[in-house]
């Protein structure tokens, strides 16, 4: 769709949006009302700045179906998200909305290189969690053949995936990785797999992560965006060009903020994300703070399409470490494990405190190679990354290799930092 017509659409749907959510939300209306904002001052896409942000914490506080917009009559999918801490957020769909889901996954497993010719052995776990049943249903509206497996037993998946003749993995990339390693394992080559794409998400991942899922299971993988409270996977996605992610703008409006003035920030600089949905009918979202940290990739893509591109996410505002006033993330980490070898991209942060000084201490596992090798070369990796570590994090850290194996797989998100200064 060319740019000023997919504006106006923006525009009109907003509007219908706003509405919806003040008449029909008091959480909305009472938000809208503190500022003296009425849906009728919403006249251009530049008023969006107008309205006012909703949080997590305020799907928390409407637990669980405070901030539903139609009645449970018309709510006919209720999923939520895990809730680590706390109550969980609950989020509901319509018929409607549904529908509109399973579009935006097609479209979203088409962008990523799917074709209805596919078998997709969707490994995202089936469940309250919206990743399974997301996959699913766009799969099946595009006509590719979907297989259910969810995640787990992953010895089963490798045999599934070479019997059946699966051409597209969908899963969280830690998964993907692991799914690798138990393959070599076995002693399975990638070539004797049909497997030749991959659809990663639900956790940030790293560049050099991409190059290695792409070298061990020899396919191409691109990373999925979304997130239970805008809709689920199919926010946005990559498309064949890998240099950002596509969101689908005629349903999602996106800013990238400043997320302590909370100001947009300039295009190319890394702020936190924002989405308003635009169609969304059970629980229509306004300057939703996604938490996840990106830029907007300005310029057209490669690929024609014209929606908003954001660079691939470097991590959540969650988990972002301030680590002696630094900021720290764990892909930062992952990155540079990747680049310089030796070692199995499995880690793990440690933050601890002692005294008034914070610390920060890596373990990382070792290569099978490496780790039978001599003591001296295994002294001479960690003085290396050390030193790799120190000058990219800006901070001092601790390096501890350990045995390959030893640092819990994960099936689903992996679990990167351990912060015991909470403790
Ligand atoms: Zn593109």
Sequence with gaps: MPEDELRELQLERLQATVKRAFFNVPFYRKAFQAIGLEPGDIKSLDDLQKLPFTTKQDLRDNYPFGMFAVPMSEVVRIHSSSGTTGKPTVVGYTRH??????????????????????????????????????????????????????????????????????????????????????????????????????????????????????????????????LSEVIGPGVGIECQAKNGLHVFGDHFLVEVIDPVTEKPVAPGQLGELVITSLTKEALPVIRYRTRDITTIIPGTCSCGRTYVRVARFTGRTDDMLIIRGVNVFPSQVESVLLEMGGTEPHYLLIVDRQGALDTLEVKVEVSDFLFSDKVRGLEELEKRLVSELESTLGISVKVTLVEPKTIERSEGKAVRVIDKRKI
């Design 97 to 226: 909305d549904i529908d509109v889901w399973a579009e935006l996954m097609a479209r979203a497993l088409v962008c990523g290189g799917t074709t209805r010719h596919d078998i997709i052995q969707n490994a995202y776990g089936y469940g309250l969690f919206t990743g399974g049943l997301g996959v699913h249903y766009g799969a099946e509206r595009l006509g590719a053949s979907v297989i259910p497996i969810s995640g787990g037993n992953t010895k089963r998946q490798i045999m599934i995936m070479k019997d059946y003749g699966s051409t597209v993995l969908t899963c969280t990339p830690s998964y993907a990785l692991y799914i690798a390693e138990v393959m070599a394992e076995m002693g399975i080559r990638p070539e004797e797999l049909k497997l030749r794409c991959g659809i990663f998400g639900a956790e940030p991942w790293s560049e050099n992560m991409r190059q290695e899922i792409e070298k061990r299971l020899g396919i191409s993988a691109v990373d999925i965006y979304g």
